[in-house]
């Protein structure tokens, strides 16, 4: 799958697989993302995700993705000496079900120390010992909570069986104890789910308890798993972060003056492009733009809630055509 590397304002090709980006993101300015497990690989099948439902939902963790391809393909792009501003873990579902997640930091570590590593996860599996010593040596992990009762934690992360809200939170609270870098807890609103004063209440005791650096607040910005799922108003936002107080921030676009900020436009136009001479199905769109599938999923869902575009099922897959063409 080519995707675009700009040095010096050439863009160059190259084959990637694990890897997407760099993308500009609300938190880290220019990030470099690695992709540890295949679409839609998670612990959890949250009410809102972007990436749609979960086709996989585990606590197994396994080498998902071979770990010296994703070596050899983080060599290959780093060689360019990229200007980033962050490595970041993410993608199509929870990197922490990775088993060799620490063979990949350990390898950035000690050839790239120049970047920046972070990690962004749903936080459900640090009650593991194991696994809160393979990342330690990460510089930022941003975990998400939007529960802190085991009735909204169902209700809104549909978790995997084996996964309990308080073991979850406890392991949250061993992470911070033994881990010496950033930690940035996420809460995503769900109006009507998770946004009580009960709720919000438990939530503020659940954070004073994991005492994180940080907390942002997010809520949906383009359409979730499930089509119910609503977006808190800016009023709301505002009063919730007031209420929670310290160091709670809502969630910012990305910088508008981030270098890749073009890139994205790029990418968006270039689906239009593409949609407009033909109908292509979601591997299609991501092997034309070199956009990573679950990107392009989630701009794909912006484009079905406004209209836009529609779906049609043939032999060879779901293809995503452009409405109303003359
Ligand atoms: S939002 Fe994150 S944690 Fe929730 S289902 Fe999607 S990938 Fe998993």
Request: glycine share 6%; proline share 6%; with cysteine.
């Amino acid at each position: 799958m080519p995707f675009h590397r700009y040095r010096r304002g050439v863009v160059i090709h190259m084959e990637k697989r694990y890897l997407f980006g760099p993308v500009p993101s609300r938190r880290l300015g220019l990030s470099l993302g690695i992709d540890l497990v295949p679409l839609k690989t998670c612990s959890l099948n949250c009410v809102y995700c972007e990436c749609g439902r979960t086709t996989r939902l585990t606590v197994a963790r396994k080498e998902y993705v071979p770990v010296d391809k994703v070596l050899e393909e983080l060599d290959r792009f780093i060689r360019g000496n990229p200007r980033l501003d962050y490595i970041t873990f993410a993608g199509s579902g929870e990197p922490t079900l990775h088993l060799h997640i620490d063979r990949v930091i350990a390898h950035l570590k000690k050839h790239y120390p120049q970047y920046p590593l972070a990690l962004l996860t749903n936080g459900t599996l640090f009650s593991s010992a194991h696994l809160r010593t393979q990342v330690k040596e990460l510089d930022l992990i941003i975990p998400s909570l939007d529960a802190a009762t085991e009735e909204v934690f169902r209700k809104v992360n549909r978790p995997h069986p084996a996964l309990h809200c308080a073991e979850v939170i406890s392991g949250l609270i061993d992470l911070r104890r033994e881990y010496h870098g950033e930690i940035c807890l996420e809460i995503f609103i769900a109006p009507g789910l998770n946004d009580s004063a009960a709720e919000l209440a438990a939530i503020k005791t659940t954070i004073e308890k994991i005492n994180p650096d940080r907390i942002q607040l997010g809520t949906l910005d383009r359409p979730g798993a499930e089509s119910w799922v609503r977006e808190a108003s800016p009023e709301r936002m505002k009063e919730i972060t007031a209420f929670l107080g310290g160091s709670t921030e809502l969630i910012k676009e990305p910088d508008p003056g981030t270098k890749a900020f073009h890139i994205d436009a790029d990418f968006r136009e270039t689906i239009l492009q593409t949609l407009r001479r033909r109908p292509c199905t979601v591997e299609d769109l991501s092997r034309i733009s070199g956009v990573h599938q679950a990107e392009v999923q989630k701009y794909l869902r912006h484009l079905l809630s406004k209209g836009q575009i529609e779906m049609e099922r043939r032999k060879r897959g779901t293809f995503v055509k452009i409405k109303n063409l003359p």
